[in-house]
């Protein structure tokens, strides 16, 4: 069992910065892919962005690339999103998740992840 708590959501303009972490607890945490998916209200979860084992490989939604980074720390067991140039279409909850071994595979569909946080809000004002 993996326990996820994300923190690091708010209020902000169009063009700022937010840094999401999410804390992860449990298990050994290098034995998991880690993502990070959003919902906006009346949309499906979609993928955002994931990270290999290693934080070595990364993987981005296409309306992530170049504004957002996904990175880990194994050593403090957190996955971490920084996103730049946010726009008001980036307003959600954002969730971490994370995926049982180390080979990435699918990793952008949310039925592919086994443990989710409860998330934490985004809001983008324009």
């Known amino acids: 069992q993996v326990q996820l708590v994300e923190s690091g959501g708010g209020l902000v303009q169009a063009g700022a910065s937010l840094r999401l972490s999410c804390a992860a607890s449990?298990?050994?945490?290098?034995?998991?892919?880690m993502g990070w998916f959003r919902q906006a209200p009346g949309k499906e979860r979609e993928f955002v962005a994931a990270v290999n084992w290693s934080g070595g490989t990364t993987y981005y939604a296409d309306s992530s690339k170049g504004r957002f980074a996904i990175s880990r720390d194994n050593a403090e067991n957190t996955v971490y999103l920084q996103m730049n140039s946010l726009k008001p279409e980036d307003t959600a909850v954002y969730h971490c998740?994370?995926?049982?071994?180390?080979?990435?595979?699918?990793?952008?569909?949310?039925?592919?992840?086994?443990?989710w946080g409860p998330g934490t809000q985004v809001t983008v004002s324009s």
């Open positions: 998740a994370a995926r049982r071994g180390r080979s990435a595979g699918i990793i952008s569909t949310p039925t592919s992840y086994d443990y």
């Open positions: 449990g298990r050994t945490f290098t034995n998991y892919v």
